[in-house]
């Protein structure tokens, strides 16, 4: 019982499902309630909202900062890990991204420092942010936002468009079509192959439609998944009280490489699918 782990009269099913509710606002009858959301697919987490849009507001004053500062001699240290972190990101953006875009390398830096800082939050013991909502009156608050499926799909869905966008850019519109419908099996355009030629295109459509729309769907379900199981093997490993703080340590340390390699993974499938669509064949 999670009651006798010392979090009050809650048993272990009750204490895991709360630490797994999002604090949600709706309009149920022209009026705006909070937490009477089941169901209803208009619900906005608000929590996952506001600790994303905070961890984006302090990757952007961590490296304006940083920026700002910046100095030619002896570097600080914000100025060093700053400079390593866009090193990196541009090593790997230039071994990838063999195209023209002033785009894609700021935006593979920002998934990286917005995702690792998302995936970061899973760090703090569960119990600490949600009690000092309690104190204040929010039942309900979940700290990680990449544990919302939400805030995944939000993300794939902008790198979905993306996708689209430089596929355009580069084939055009005609081009785009073109690779949806003639491949992988090219339709005979002569004899009586032009019988059996509208079949093969809508056969190619569909599979390359599947393709495409499989991209958004595996990047965002990926992190949700690997940063959801994360988050609830620390809720478990919080139900053992006073004696969770060892284990939660080492899994903690393991968890590190799993928060950054799981926003290298993102940013870097993000710059390998806007390579796949500025590639003219």
């Known amino acids: 019982m999670a009651g006798e782990s010392g979090h009050g009269a ?38 996952s909202m506001v600790f994303s849009v905070l961890l984006g507001l302090i990757f952007i004053l961590i490296f304006r900062g940083a920026a700002k500062k910046a100095s030619a001699g002896q570097p600080g240290k914000m100025q060093a890990f700053v400079e390593i972190v ?3 990101i541009d090593s790997s953006v230039k071994d ?15 998934i990286f ?15 600490w942010l949600p009690m000092i909502g309690a104190a204040v009156g929010v039942p309900y608050l979940k700290v990680v936002p990449t544990t919302d499926v ?16 430089y596929s355009i850019k580069t084939k055009g519109i005609g081009g785009f079509i073109a690779e949806l419908t003639l491949h992988p099996i090219a339709p005979p355009m002569k004899g009586f192959g032009l019988i059996a030629a509208p079949f093969i295109i809508a056969f190619n459509f569909i599979l390359e ?30 139900l053992l009280g006073v004696w969770q703080l060892p284990l939660h340590f080492g899994w903690a340390v393991f968890h590190i490489l799993i928060v950054t390699l799981q926003a290298f993974i993102f940013m870097m499938l993000t710059v390998v699918y806007l390579t796949l669509a500025s590639e003219e064949h």
């Not at 939400?150 to 979905?160: D, E, H, K, L």
């Not at 439609?209 to 998944?225: H, I, Q």
Request: negative net charge; aromatic residues 12%; proline residues 3%.
């Open 10 to 47: 809650q048993t272990s099913g009750e204490y895991i499902a709360h630490h797994l509710q999002n604090l949600q606002v709706c309009r149920v009858d022209s009026e705006w309630v909070w937490n009477h959301c089941a169901g209803n697919p208009m619900a906005i987490n608000v929590d």
């Open 86 to 88: 866009i090193d990196f």
């Open 96 to 110: 990838t991204f063999h195209g023209k875009s002033g785009l894609i390398a700021p935006l593979a830096l920002t």
């Open 113 to 127: 420092v917005w995702v690792f800082f998302m995936n970061l939050m899973d760090l703090i013991p569960v119990d």
């Open 150 to 165: 939400n805030i995944t799909f939000g993300m794939s869905i902008a790198v979905f468009f993306l996708i689209i966008f």
């Open 209 to 238: 439609s599947v393709s495409l729309l499989a991209k958004p769907l595996s990047l965002s379900l990926r992190l949700f998944g690997n940063m959801f199981a994360g988050e609830l093997i620390f809720i478990l490993i919080a």
